[in-house]
């Protein structure tokens, strides 16, 4: 009777061991899935084809409404470029522009939405910064939430339309950064919060008489109304 006892002893201890091997063996299997599956999306969205560029046209408003109702196209826009950066997937990618103001980004224009997209760029090398538009194209989610955690709130959640969260209804990206040098159809820059590949929708020049907040007395900025050429429209790093 005591034999068989510890008979049943080991074998259940045996089979514990081989569950706990399975279940490691599983954790690593997911981790190297999660890694190939990053390195897919990282090489697709580095493609600079001709037709792969044609093809990427960016959804901005894709919630669906009843049929027969007036709402129900969807608004569709062609990235102008892409952004070339350092980092080729969201792991380690800073939350917001002005964190790694050394780090170097650069916009190219795309040949297909301008033959000469040089031309588009005249006159921006008057400005400081620019504010580049974008679409994230690596945020995949089938539904948006309404209230989403940011990671300087620890934990506290919030409106999705009060954060920068990149789980939004319409996933457009918007940040500022500092012009480093325009050459050609390139726009070299420093503050870099995007992934390498995301897809550019526009680009303007951030004017501080008008995009910086109006103060408390609410006056006007002095240039308010008037003629902007020839006034000096940097502003401090």
């Known amino acids: 009777m005591t034999e068989n006892i510890e008979f049943y002893q080991n074998q259940i201890a045996l089979a ?14 997911k981790h190297e899935h999660q890694k190939e599956i990053s390195h897919i999306k990282s090489t697709l969205s580095s493609l600079r084809c001709s037709k792969c560029a044609e093809e990427a046209t960016t959804v901005v408003n894709n919630h669906t409404h009843d049929e027969g109702t007036s709402s129900d196209s969807q608004i569709k826009y062609k990235p102008i470029g892409y ?40 006159g921006l090398e008057e400005f400081s910064h620019i504010w580049i538009i974008y679409h994230f194209h690596m945020t995949e989610s089938n539904s948006t939430p309404a209230k989403v955690s940011p990671p300087r709130l620890v934990g506290e959640k ?29 726009i070299h820059f420093y503050g870099v919060d995007m992934v390498n590949g995301t897809p550019v929708l526009d680009i303007k ?17 002095p240039t308010e109304g008037i003629d902007l050429a020839g006034l000096n429209l940097n502003v401090s790093s």
């Not at 969201?90 to 939350?95: A, D, T, V």
């Open 16 to 29: 514990r061991t081989e569950i706990k091997n399975l279940r490691q063996r599983i954790s690593a299997l």
């Open 83 to 122: 952004i070339e950066t350092s980092f080729n997937n969201k792991r380690g990618l800073p939350r917001q522009a002005s964190v790694m103001t050394n780090s170097v980004g650069v916009v190219t224009i795309d040949t297909n939405v301008f033959t000469n997209p040089e031309h588009a760029l005249s």
């Open 158 to 186: 919030k409106g999705v339309f009060s954060t920068r969260s990149p789980h939004r209804p319409c996933p457009i990206g918007l940040s500022l950064v500092k012009i480093h040098s325009i050459q050609g159809n390139k």
């Open 205 to 221: 020049p951030y004017i501080p008489q008008y995009d910086y907040p109006i103060s408390e007395a609410n006056e006007r900025p």
